[in-house]
């Protein structure tokens, strides 16, 4: 038998076990098109009718008619100000979107203070809100723009400097978005005053093919698609290396922490790596096998992957592409891998009567800061309109690099390109010095011209230094083969060439090790003679005048 049932908005009215006098007066019928719910209908929990809403939603509000939400290309969320600085805030951290939500709803609702809980709810929604679109690049201090380079000054108010073919400009708001971190300080803007590269020469005792070289580099660093070499800054004790690579860093990447110790783990490299564009590691003696690896990849482009914490399943990607600097004593003690990636610049004796103190070199710098960038960002520009036609007769290891280094040399009629060749090869043969085994790699190959045989066998013929094992020496035939690949574009700068696509003839078909000498790679290996270390340079204020426009 089919029972009609009488609904309300769908549901059918609860019955009373025990009607009262008004529940058995049926009600009126409500009229065609009417939402209006009946009395007898209970009140929906999740509709909020007669209740205010949550902390949490609150917050939810307030963040969303002030921001919008996006996710990075790494996978962090992150927050923009609609009427703000193009600045992408992290939605946790001390520095997040989640303390400034905080203030803003204590302002907003006098009174109340959202508790720990509705923050957390809150952030979890905003995060699933940047992730409803596709991922953007979000970048650290430089980045391509539209037309060009941006870099980001770091100042409260977003300003940035937009570099291209035609010319610089600083504007209120950066066209690309930007990331900020704790190790980052602002960057004054710069102005057109006097020769800013004959100020920042007079700060630094070097000369001058060694410092066109720095320029050359300098002017890399705001290219962030390229690959740039680690600046290596050598010099004994008293040559101002820790605070010329101080000066350096400044320019490009300013941090109140401009110096940093060698990291320990891979975990505090990536920390430091991800939160600055430019790194400086100060007094390396001897850089392990992980570090030299790392930096190697750093320079290229790396990509760290690890576990997020309190999950099992979800990870965090970090990926990045840097700029560094180091100081050292001894080349010897890199690894032939990154001597590769180096431009080792040698820093002189400072005399004692060109002596300054730290704090009449941090004056005498912050002066000159913003002409010297100036300065740059004219010769960016300049490199930015000659690098498409730029064509190199021979391919070097850091390729982009050296063709960043011929545009300069076609803009300022410099040879940074060829000092850099030559300095890169002096570097090749001094870290195989500092390499025991590859040094006797060297001098048998020296003593017999061609040797041929497996990597047992080569490690029979070399005989140990001193008569007994060093530290670093191959072990067995297998960690042999590995090193001299390793060693392989060392050897070949100082003329020795590694062949290991042979096999043996007999029925074990081992594979070979052919060294033989060849003519080396850069025939130019002694640097160009020295010239004065500090240039004439006009007293401040009395150089080129500011032009109107720029």
């Known amino acids: 038998m089919n029972t009609a049932v009488n609904t309300v908005n769908g549901h059918a009215p609860t019955t009373d076990p025990h009607p009262t006098a008004e529940s058995r007066?049926?009600?009126?019928?409500a009229p065609s098109g009417s939402r209006k719910a009946s009395r007898s209908a209970p009140a929906d929990p999740g509709s909020g009718?007669?209740?205010k809403p949550s902390a949490a939603a609150r917050l939810v509000a307030l963040a969303r008619e002030r921001y919008t939400f996006v996710t990075s290309t790494d996978g962090r969320p992150y927050a923009v100000a609609i009427d703000g600085p193009n600045i992408?805030?992290?939605?946790?951290?001390?520095?997040?979107l989640r303390q400034r939500l905080a203030r803003k709803y204590a302002d907003t609702y006098e009174g109340d203070v959202a508790s720990q809980s509705a923050l957390a709810d809150a952030m979890t929604v905003l995060e699933g809100i940047a992730e409803s679109d596709d991922p953007v690049p979000v970048d650290l201090r430089v980045g391509g723009g539209p037309n060009g380079v941006v870099v980001d000054l770091g100042t409260a108010d977003g300003r940035a400097v937009t570099v291209s073919a035609g010319g610089w400009h600083t504007v209120?708001?950066?066209?690309?978005?930007?990331?900020?971190?704790?190790a980052m300080a602002p960057m004054p803007a710069p102005?057109?005053?006097?020769?800013?590269?004959?100020?920042?020469?007079a700060l630094l005792n070097m000369d001058a093919p060694t410092f066109q070289q720095l320029v050359g580099w300098l002017v890399a660093a705001w290219i962030p698609h390229i690959p740039h070499p680690v600046l290596t800054f050598k010099g004994e004790q008293g040559t101002g290396k820790s605070k010329t690579a101080q000066m350096v860093v400044n320019l490009i990447d300013p941090s109140p922490a401009s110096k940093r110790s060698q990291p320990r783990d891979i975990k505090a490299w990536s920390a430091q790596a991800f939160n600055s564009w430019a790194l400086c590691l100060d007094n390396i003696s001897t850089i392990p096998?992980?570090?030299?690896?790392?930096?190697?990849?750093?320079?290229?482009?790396?990509?760290?992957?690890?576990?997020?914490?309190?999950?099992?399943?979800?990870?965090?990607?970090?990926?990045?592409?840097?700029?560094?600097?180091?100081?050292?004593i001894d080349a010897g003690a890199l690894a032939g891998d990154l001597a590769e990636r180096l431009l080792m610049l040698d820093l002189q004796l400072i005399e004692e009567d060109r002596r300054r103190t730290e704090e009449e070199l941090d004056a005498a710098f912050e002066a000159v800061r913003p002409a010297v960038l100036g300065a740059l960002f004219d010769l960016l520009a300049a490199v930015l309109a000659v690098l498409?036609?730029?064509?190199?007769?021979?391919?070097?290891?850091?390729?982009?690099?050296?063709?960043?280094?011929?545009?300069?040399?076609?803009?300022?009629?410099?040879?940074?390109?060829?000092?850099?060749?030559a300095t890169s090869a002096n570097v090749a043969g001094d870290a195989l010095e500092g390499d025991p085994f590859g040094t006797a790699v060297a001098n048998l190959v020296e003593e017999c011209g061609t040797w041929s045989g497996t990597a047992a066998q080569l490690l029979e013929q070399l005989p140990a230094p001193g008569g007994f094992r060093p530290q670093g020496w191959p072990k067995d035939a297998t960690r042999a083969s590995g090193r001299i690949k390793r060693l392989a574009p060392l050897l070949r700068s100082i003329g020795v060439a590694v062949d290991d696509t042979q096999r043996s003839q007999d029925r074990h078909r081992h594979r070979l090790l052919v060294l033989s000498r060849i003519n080396p790679a850069s025939p130019a290996a002694s640097a160009p003679p020295p010239e004065p270390l500090w240039p004439d340079v006009a007293p401040l204020g009395q150089g080129?005048?500011?032009?109107?426009q720029h």
């Open 25 to 29: 007066t049926p009600a009126p019928p």
């Open 49 to 51: 009718e007669g209740k």
């Open 88 to 96: 992408a805030l992290p939605l946790r951290g001390r520095a997040g």
């Open 172 to 182: 209120a708001r950066s066209p690309i978005l930007f990331r900020r971190s704790g």
């Open 191 to 201: 102005v057109l005053d006097g020769d800013g590269l004959a100020k920042l020469h």
């Open 289 to 328: 096998p992980w570090l030299s690896d790392t930096l190697c990849k750093a320079v290229t482009g790396d990509g760290i992957v690890d576990r997020a914490l309190y999950t099992d399943d979800d990870v965090v990607v970090l990926s990045f592409r840097r700029v560094l600097a180091m100081t050292t």
């Open 388 to 421: 498409p036609g730029i064509r190199l007769d021979s391919m070097p290891r850091m390729a982009d690099f050296a063709r960043v280094l011929a545009a300069v040399d076609q803009v300022q009629e410099w040879h940074t390109l060829d000092s850099y060749l």
């Open 544 to 548: 080129r005048t500011t032009p109107e």
